[in-house]
């Protein structure tokens, strides 16, 4: 179970969005989400899902991971929407029973949402299927760079972030180590009653806590060991480059985000 | 030549005390270019040593020197580090990035070494040690061993000019702490690197120039891997085992069937065993 979370979401390969640079990609995701937004036409759905199992297929992900993230999320989707069946619009009532009414417009908006939740979840899938969890983290932490100006602890951020995805995995196997240590020592893992729950909970937390500060210290000697200073600037070994394929990328991306809008608008439904 | 560390009357102690020190008036010298051993048993203070040697202790009296450097210089410290490389016992505390070939960078992108210059000596270290072909790897997937070896790369990079292990073998198998071994006593030989090797290991202790014995912070003996494996005094005193060659070369020299007194390591003890058969 915990060397299945160990690589995030992330899914090992080598496609032309793997490569791509993250900074872009997270823009075209931005970008794409708010696309989304504006398209109110099944065509178009379909064109956008069309495309996008086009690109799995190329990145050679599974389709089935997308799916197997909705149904992570189908308590959500199923809530939402039944939040905008019932109370989601005016107009032409076609059910009606004590305070709950189902009108057209909702029926129409409910289908659309749907859509969108469904294009959004795989789409986004794509970033995080292609982009390593500290990749990410770097391009988010890289944001903050301009901050700098302003006495922003920028660079502190990004070596605490990559750090973080770094002691993740190492945190989840050492608790699973304790979970089974503490059990073999007797402590109820199974209780029912609230106290139990608690204590168990204490009984792993307590070590955890122990075992991470001891960790941290001998990390902090490590960094400092090797020339690490709080408060002083550092270079960047890997810095996420724009290069002529990134270009073309976001072009591309411009020209499949235009013909959602261009199918939507000369079809029907 | 003059000496490449100088540790002079230090004392040291965790919790402040002005009674029990963990550190207890040591001195010592490192010579540049040596491979010394730190010997001792838990507790003896070695660990704190070596934190001491490069400038992340400072201690309390005395004075350690690095390089002509006073290790208490707060602005010149960085220097002392650069300098004094160190490799702890557990890789998982003190790699930092997720990639092999980020974690190291860290140090020379902390020396503000331009980017394009970074890739060509990570190349280098990573060659060195053996690990070039995971550099694109993340550190999760690697052995202990390899994480070892990534971590000794780390310290690598800075091009120090002594490296201090701190049991860095001390958690892996016998093949795997004898390949990081190799890629240290290479390096001494090669580059004159200083090598400064903290352990529990007899057999390494074999084939340092010089060992120093630690026992409750202070400094017990100092000498010859041969002088030591000698005195028994010192050994017993500082919890130390021979190593098993060791002792069988001893016992058959009480019991007056071979000449010499102690064997360092295996191929000693067979070059002894073959002039016996030879005589014989
Ligand atoms: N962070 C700390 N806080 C308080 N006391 C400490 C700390 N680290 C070490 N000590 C104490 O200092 C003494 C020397 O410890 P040190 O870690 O240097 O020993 P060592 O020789 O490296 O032992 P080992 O072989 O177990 O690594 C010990 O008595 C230990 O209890
Ligand atoms: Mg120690």
Known sequence: ?269 | MGEFIKVEGAYFSYNNSNKDFDINNVSFNVLPGEMLCIVGANGSGKSTIAKMLNGIIIPSKGSVIVDGIDSSSADLAFKIRQNVGLVFQNPDNQIVATVVQEDVAFALENLCVPSSEIGSIVNRVLNMVGMLSYKDRLVEGLSGGQKSKVAIAGVLAMNPKCIVLDEATAMLDPKSSYEVLNIVKNLNRKSNTTIINITHRMQEVAMADRVIVLNKGVVLAQGSPRDIFLNERVLSEAGLCLPQVSQFVKLLHKDGIVNEEIALDVDECVQILANLLEGA
Not at chain 1, 88 to 100: A, P, R
Not at chain 1, 105 to 116: C, E, L, P
Not at chain 1, 153 to 178: C, N, Q, V
Not at chain 1, 207 to 220: G, I, N
């Open chain 1, 1 to 269: 179970m915990v060397k299945s979370i160990t690589l995030g979401r992330y899914f090992v390969g080598n496609s032309f969005l793997h490569r791509a640079n993250p900074k872009i990609k997270i823009l075209v995701t931005f970008i794409y989400v708010f696309v989304l937004f504006f398209i109110n036409k099944i065509c178009s759905y379909v064109f956008g899902f069309f495309v996008i199992a086009v690109l799995y297929k190329i990145c050679k992900i599974p389709l089935k991971m997308a799916f197997d993230n909705i149904k992570s999320m189908a308590f959500i989707l199923i809530f939402t929407g039944f939040i905008n069946l019932f109370f989601g619009g005016n107009g032409e009532i076609i059910f009606k029973l004590w305070v709950f009414k189902i009108t057209k417009v909702a029926v129409i908006t409910t289908v659309f949402v749907a859509f969108r939740m469904f294009l959004l979840i795989v789409g986004m899938g794509l970033l995080t299927y292609t982009t390593l969890p500290l990749d990410l983290a770097k391009a988010i932490g890289d944001a903050f760079t301009p901050l700098k100006k302003f006495h922003f602890p920028a660079g502190e951020i990004s070596t605490m972030i990559s750090i973080s995805i770094r002691f993740i995995p190492l945190l989840m196997l050492e608790t699973e180590k304790i979970i089974f240590a503490q059990k073999s020592r007797g402590v109820d893992v199974s209780g029912k009653s609230i106290r139990k729950k608690v204590k168990f909970i204490i009984s792993i937390l307590v070590p955890l806590l122990v075992s991470s500060f001891k960790r941290a210290d001998e990390l902090a000697v490590a960094m400092e060991s090797r020339c690490y200073r709080i408060g002083f600037s550092r270079t960047r070994y890997i810095v996420f480059k724009l290069g002529v394929k990134d270009l073309i990328l976001f072009v591309c991306a411009i020209i499949f985000f235009v013909s959602l809008f261009v199918i939507g608008a000369f079809s029907w439904f």
